[in-house]
C-alpha cells in the first residue's frame, strides 16, 4: 500500500513540474505561501544552524525583526521540517510534501482497515485521500501547515479506535496517542483544534458503542497521553501564550477571522467540481466518493449517522460569517476569532468522505441479491440515475458558457459513477472488478481535478528574476529595505539576505505595525498580514498590488531612524531624502539621504546585535519583550519562556521515552 501511495503521488508531482528547483503554485496565480512564507522561514533556519550553529529564537529579516521560534509558521518545532537542516531547502519542501502525502494516506488506510474495511475499499480511502482536490489545493497555495496538520489526523483516528477497542494495549497506544497529538499542533496550531475536537467526539462515539462502559482505564491512559502531548508542545505554545498580548493580531475582527466563509450555492460543487475555487474553499472529493458515500448513508443509515452529522456541522462551521453557528460561537468567546479561515473545517470531511464511501463500497457487496431486488432499491436506483443524467446534460447546455472545459469534462463522472453502482447493484459484473472499476474511476475524476489546483515552477518564475535588483541594492550598501509596492518579494530578500521594513506574516508586533503605519503613510483597515497592508477592493487583481499605496505619504526621516537605506517601488516616489539611484526594470531604486552616517550596526548570529556607537538613536530591530542590553551597546535576545518551555518538553520527552519501555516485561534467560 504505501508502494502504491508513494508511486501515485510521484508520478502525480511530476506531471505537474516537479523538481529540485521548483516550488507548487496554484495555477495562473502569482504568489503562493509556500514560496513567501515556507521557503524563506526554512533558508533561515538552516543558516541559523548550519552557519551561526545557534537555534533562531529572533529573526530580522522581515519587519524588522520578530521573534522567530515563537511562531507557529517557521515549523522551528516541526521535527520533519529538520529535514532542511542536511538538504537544500527546494527539495527538502518537495520531499516533505512527497512524503507527508504518503504519511497521509496510509494513516487513513490504517484506520479503515483498522475499523473493519476490507483490502479494496480501504484503498479507495487512502488513495482518496491522499489526491483528494482540497489537500491538492492546499499544496498548489503552499499552506504546508495545513498539509501537514492533516496527513496525521487519520493516525489519531486510528489510534483512539485502538486506545477503545484494545485495553490490552493501553501503554503503546497512549504513547501513539502522544505522538500524534503532538505532532497535529506542531504543524498547525489552528487546524489542530478542529482535529482534536473531532477526536474527542469520536472517541465518546465509540465508547457509547461499546457492549461494557467500562471506560474508565482508557480515560486514564488518554489523560497519561494528553499530559504528555502538552509537555512535548510546551516549546511552542508556552513562548506563544508569552507574547500573545504583544500581537496585533488582537485587532482581528468577523470580517477577518471569517474571510474565505463558504456560501450555500457552493455546495453544488461537491457534484460540479471548480476548478477555479479558492483553495480554501475547494469541497469537490470526487462525484464518485460522494455518491458512494451517499449510498453508504441510505445502504446503513444508523452505522453512518454519526459521520452524516459530523459533516452537515463541519459545513455549517465552515459557511463562516453566512453561518449562525460561526457568528455565535466567535461573538460569544472572540478568542475563536484568533482561528481564521473557518473553512478549513472541511478537511476533517475531506477524509470522512472518503471514509464513508469505503463503507459504501464495501456493502455494496455484502447485500444479498434477495434485497435488490426489491422495487423500492430498483426505483431509487433508476430515480439517481435519471436525476444524474438530467443534472449532467442539463449542465451541458445551461452551463456551457459558464464553465471551463475542464469542468464540462468532469462531468461525465456522475452518471458513469451511478452507471457502475447499477451494474454492481444488480451483480451485471463481479463485484471486485465493481469495487476496482469504481475505485480507478474516482481517481481519474480527482486527478482531473486535482492537476487543476497545483503547478510547480522553477526558482527562475519566483527567484532568479530579482537577482539584478538585490545585487543593485547589496552594491549600495543596503542595510535595510521599505517596498510599498512589494517590489523586492519576501523570498529574494532572504535569499540575498536583504533585511525588509515590510513583510508579510500574520505574526507581528502590534507596537512595530502601529510605528510602520505612521512611517509609511498606510493604515490598515483592520487586520492585515502585510506591512504595508494592501486594501485591495474586492473587483481587483493581484496586478493591483503594485499601485494600490501610490498615494500613502512616508516619513523618510522615521525610515532613516529604523536604518532604511533604500526604498524599492513599483511608481514614482517624490519625498525629501529620497534620491533615485537607478531602476531595474519597472522597479525604481531610491537611496535615503537621511541614514545617520557614523552608526553601524553588527549582527552576531540570528539572536544579537550591536550598535556602535552604543548611544546611537536608531532603532535595530522591533520592541519585543526578553531584549537584554549590556553597557557595551550590544544586546541579545533571551525570553524566558523559551528556555523555560524547552526544559519543560525535555520533561515531557523523557516521560514519553520512561512510557514506552517502562513496565515492559523482560523475558527471563
Same mark, same amino acid.
Given at each position: 500500500?504505501? $508502494?502504491?501511495?508513494?508511486?501515485?503521488?510521484?508520478?502525480?508531482?511530476?506531471?505537474?513540474?516537479?523538481?529540485?528547483?521548483?516550488?507548487?503554485?496554484?495555477?495562473?496565480?502569482?504568489?503562493?505561501?509556500?514560496?513567501?512564507?515556507?521557503?524563506?522561514?526554512?533558508?533561515?533556519?538552516?543558516?541559523?544552524?548550519? #552557519? !551561526?550553529?545557534?537555534?533562531?529564537?529572533?529573526?530580522?529579516?522581515?519587519?524588522?525583526?520578530?521573534?522567530?521560534?515563537?511562531?507557529?509558521?517557521?515549523?522551528?518545532?516541526?521535527?520533519?521540517?529538520?529535514?532542511?537542516?542536511?538538504?537544500? &531547502?527546494?527539495?527538502? %519542501?518537495?520531499?516533505?510534501?512527497?512524503?507527508?502525502?504518503?504519511?497521509?494516506?496510509?494513516?487513513?488506510?490504517?484506520?479503515?482497515?483498522?475499523?473493519?474495511?476490507?483490502?479494496?475499499?480501504?484503498?479507495?480511502?487512502?488513495?482518496?485521500?491522499?489526491?483528494?482536490?482540497?489537500?491538492?489545493?492546499?499544496?498548489?497555495?503552499?499552506?504546508? !501547515?495545513?498539509?501537514?496538520?492533516?496527513?496525521?489526523?487519520?493516525?489519531?483516528?486510528?489510534?483512539?479506535?485502538?486506545?477503545?477497542?484494545?485495553?490490552?494495549?493501553?501503554?503503546?497506544?497512549?504513547?501513539?496517542?502522544?505522538?500524534?497529538?503532538?505532532?497535529?499542533?506542531?504543524?498547525? @496550531?489552528?487546524?489542530?483544534?478542529?482535529?482534536?475536537?473531532?477526536?474527542?467526539?469520536?472517541?465518546?462515539?465509540?465508547?457509547?458503542?461499546?457492549?461494557?462502559?467500562?471506560?474508565?482505564?482508557?480515560?486514564?491512559?488518554? @489523560?497519561?497521553?494528553?499530559?504528555?502531548?502538552?509537555?512535548?508542545?510546551?516549546?511552542?505554545?508556552?513562548?506563544?501564550?508569552?507574547?500573545?498580548?504583544?500581537?496585533?493580531?488582537?485587532?482581528?475582527?468577523?470580517?477577518?477571522?471569517?474571510?474565505?466563509?463558504?456560501?450555500?450555492?457552493?455546495?453544488?460543487?461537491?457534484?460540479?467540481?471548480?476548478?477555479?475555487?479558492?483553495?480554501?474553499?475547494?469541497?469537490?472529493?470526487?462525484?464518485?466518493?460522494?455518491? %458512494?458515500?451517499?449510498?453508504?448513508?441510505?445502504?446503513?443509515?444508523?452505522?453512518?449517522?454519526?459521520?452524516?452529522?459530523?459533516?452537515?456541522?463541519?459545513?455549517?462551521?465552515?459557511?463562516?460569517?453566512?453561518?449562525?453557528?460561526?457568528?455565535?460561537?466567535?461573538?460569544?468567546?472572540?478568542?475563536?476569532?484568533?482561528?481564521?479561515?473557518?473553512?478549513?473545517?472541511?478537511?476533517?470531511?475531506?477524509?470522512?468522505?472518503?471514509?464513508? +464511501?469505503?463503507?459504501?463500497?464495501?456493502?455494496? $457487496?455484502?447485500?444479498?441479491?434477495?434485497?435488490?431486488?426489491?422495487?423500492?432499491?430498483?426505483?431509487?436506483?433508476?430515480?439517481?440515475?435519471?436525476?444524474?443524467?438530467?443534472?449532467?446534460?442539463?449542465?451541458?447546455?445551461?452551463?456551457? #458558457?459558464?464553465?471551463?472545459?475542464?469542468?464540462?469534462?468532469?462531468?461525465?463522472?456522475?452518471?458513469?459513477?451511478?452507471?457502475?453502482?447499477?451494474?454492481?447493484?444488480?451483480?451485471?459484473?463481479?463485484?471486485?472488478?465493481?469495487?476496482?472499476?469504481?475505485?480507478?474511476?474516482?481517481?481519474?475524476?480527482?486527478?482531473?481535478?486535482?492537476?487543476?489546483?497545483?503547478?510547480?515552477?522553477?526558482?527562475?518564475?519566483?527567484?532568479?528574476?530579482?537577482?539584478?535588483?538585490? #545585487?543593485?541594492?547589496?552594491? !549600495?550598501?543596503?542595510?535595510? @529595505?521599505?517596498?510599498?509596492?512589494?517590489?523586492?518579494?519576501?523570498? +529574494?530578500?532572504?535569499?540575498?539576505?536583504?533585511?525588509?521594513?515590510?513583510?508579510?506574516?500574520?505574526?507581528?508586533?502590534?507596537?512595530?505595525?502601529?510605528?510602520?503605519?505612521?512611517?509609511?503613510?498606510?493604515?490598515?483597515?483592520?487586520?492585515?498580514?502585510?506591512?504595508?497592508?494592501?486594501?485591495?477592493?474586492?473587483?481587483?487583481?493581484?496586478?493591483?498590488?503594485?499601485?494600490?499605496?501610490?498615494?500613502?505619504?512616508? !516619513?523618510?526621516?522615521?525610515?532613516?531612524?529604523?536604518?532604511?537605506?533604500?526604498?524599492?517601488?513599483?511608481?514614482?516616489?517624490?519625498?525629501?531624502?529620497?534620491?533615485?539611484?537607478?531602476?531595474?526594470?519597472?522597479?525604481? &531604486?531610491?537611496?535615503?539621504?537621511?541614514?545617520?552616517?557614523?552608526?553601524?550596526?553588527?549582527?552576531?548570529?540570528?539572536?544579537?546585535?550591536?550598535?556602535?556607537?552604543?548611544?546611537?538613536?536608531?532603532?535595530?530591530?522591533?520592541?519585543?519583550?526578553?531584549?537584554?542590553?549590556?553597557?557595551?551597546?550590544?544586546?541579545?535576545?533571551?525570553?524566558?519562556?523559551?528556555?523555560?518551555?524547552?526544559?519543560?518538553?525535555?520533561?515531557?520527552?523523557?516521560?514519553?521515552?520512561?512510557?514506552?519501555?517502562?513496565?515492559?516485561?523482560?523475558?527471563?534467560?
Amino acid at each position: 500500500m504505501i $508502494g502504491g501511495l508513494a508511486l501515485l503521488t510521484a508520478v502525480f508531482m511530476i506531471t505537474r513540474g516537479v523538481s529540485p528547483n521548483a516550488m507548487p503554485f496554484t495555477p495562473d496565480a502569482k504568489f503562493s505561501d509556500v514560496v513567501t512564507s515556507h521557503w524563506p522561514n526554512a533558508l533561515f533556519l538552516q543558516r541559523s544552524i548550519r #552557519e !551561526d550553529g545557534s537555534l533562531p529564537l529572533w529573526r530580522n529579516q522581515i519587519m524588522s525583526g520578530q521573534p522567530f521560534a515563537a511562531n507557529p509558521l517557521n515549523k522551528v518545532w516541526y521535527p520533519p521540517q529538520w529535514l532542511v537542516i542536511i538538504l537544500p &531547502v527546494t527539495l527538502s %519542501l518537495n520531499l516533505l510534501i512527497w512524503m507527508t502525502l504518503i504519511i497521509a494516506g496510509t494513516g487513513a488506510w490504517l484506520w479503515a482497515r483498522q475499523t473493519g474495511l476490507e483490502k479494496i475499499p480501504a484503498a479507495l480511502v487512502a488513495f482518496a485521500y491522499v489526491v483528494a482536490p482540497r489537500l491538492l489545493a492546499a499544496v498548489g497555495a503552499g499552506h504546508l !501547515d495545513v498539509l501537514y496538520a492533516v496527513s496525521w489526523q487519520a493516525w489519531l483516528y486510528w489510534v483512539v479506535w485502538r486506545l477503545i477497542h484494545q485495553p490490552q494495549q493501553h501503554r503503546s497506544n497512549s504513547f501513539l496517542l502522544a505522538i500524534f497529538a503532538a505532532l497535529i499542533f506542531l504543524s498547525d @496550531v489552528r487546524l489542530a483544534i478542529y482535529i482534536y475536537l473531532f477526536a474527542l467526539v469520536y472517541a465518546v462515539h465509540l465508547i457509547t458503542r461499546l457492549p461494557e462502559k467500562n471506560w474508565r482505564p482508557m480515560v486514564g491512559w488518554a @489523560v497519561v497521553a494528553g499530559g504528555l502531548a502538552i509537555l512535548l508542545t510546551a516549546v511552542q505554545w508556552l513562548p506563544l501564550i508569552d507574547i500573545t498580548s504583544d500581537l496585533s493580531r488582537n485587532r482581528i475582527g468577523e470580517t477577518e477571522a471569517g474571510v474565505s466563509s463558504i456560501e450555500a450555492g457552493e455546495f453544488l460543487s461537491l457534484i460540479i467540481a471548480n476548478h477555479e475555487a479558492d483553495p480554501e474553499k475547494m469541497l469537490y472529493v470526487g462525484v464518485g466518493v460522494f455518491v %458512494l458515500a451517499f449510498t453508504a448513508l441510505i445502504v446503513r443509515p444508523r452505522q453512518m449517522a454519526f459521520w452524516a452529522i459530523a459533516i452537515i456541522l463541519a459545513a455549517w462551521w465552515g459557511m463562516g460569517q453566512n453561518s449562525l453557528l460561526w457568528t455565535s460561537a466567535v461573538r460569544l468567546f472572540p478568542s475563536l476569532l484568533w482561528f481564521r479561515v473557518s473553512a478549513r473545517a472541511w478537511l476533517i470531511v475531506a477524509l470522512i468522505l472518503p471514509y464513508m +464511501a469505503g463503507w459504501g463500497l464495501q456493502w455494496m $457487496g455484502e447485500i444479498s441479491p434477495d434485497v435488490l431486488k426489491k422495487r423500492a432499491i430498483r426505483l431509487s436506483a433508476v430515480g439517481t440515475l435519471g436525476f444524474s443524467a438530467v443534472c449532467w446534460i442539463s449542465s451541458l447546455f445551461a452551463l456551457a #458558457e459558464a464553465l471551463p472545459t475542464e469542468a464540462l469534462i468532469g462531468l461525465i463522472a456522475l452518471p458513469l459513477s451511478v452507471g457502475l453502482i447499477l451494474l454492481g447493484a444488480w451483480r451485471l459484473i463481479p463485484i471486485r472488478t465493481f469495487q476496482i472499476a469504481f475505485m480507478l474511476l474516482i481517481l481519474m475524476d480527482i486527478l482531473w481535478v486535482g492537476r487543476s489546483m497545483v503547478e510547480w515552477r522553477n526558482r527562475r518564475e519566483w527567484l532568479d528574476e530579482y537577482r539584478p535588483l538585490a #545585487e543593485m541594492l547589496k552594491a !549600495d550598501g543596503v542595510e535595510r @529595505v521599505y517596498s510599498p509596492s512589494y517590489s523586492l518579494p519576501q523570498q +529574494a530578500a532572504a535569499y540575498w539576505r536583504i533585511p525588509q521594513f515590510d513583510g508579510i506574516d500574520p505574526f507581528q508586533l502590534e507596537s512595530y505595525v502601529e510605528e510602520a503605519e505612521r512611517i509609511t503613510g498606510v493604515k490598515a483597515k483592520g487586520y492585515s498580514v502585510t506591512i504595508p497592508a494592501f486594501d485591495l477592493p474586492d473587483d481587483a487583481d493581484e496586478d493591483d498590488l503594485a499601485t494600490i499605496n501610490q498615494n500613502a505619504v512616508i !516619513d523618510v526621516q522615521g525610515l532613516a531612524k529604523w536604518r532604511v537605506t533604500h526604498v524599492v517601488s513599483a511608481f514614482e516616489i517624490q519625498a525629501d531624502g529620497l534620491e533615485q539611484i537607478g531602476k531595474v526594470g519597472d522597479v525604481y &531604486v531610491y537611496r535615503n539621504t537621511l541614514i545617520a552616517p557614523d552608526v553601524q550596526m553588527t549582527w552576531h548570529g540570528s539572536n544579537r546585535v550591536s550598535i556602535t556607537p552604543p548611544n546611537s538613536n536608531i532603532h535595530a530591530f522591533a520592541d519585543a519583550p526578553d531584549w537584554k542590553k549590556s553597557s557595551d551597546g550590544e544586546y541579545e535576545y533571551a525570553p524566558k519562556s523559551q528556555y523555560i518551555s524547552i526544559a519543560v518538553s525535555g520533561i515531557g520527552l523523557i516521560g514519553l521515552i520512561g512510557l514506552a519501555f517502562i513496565g515492559r516485561k523482560t523475558p527471563h534467560v
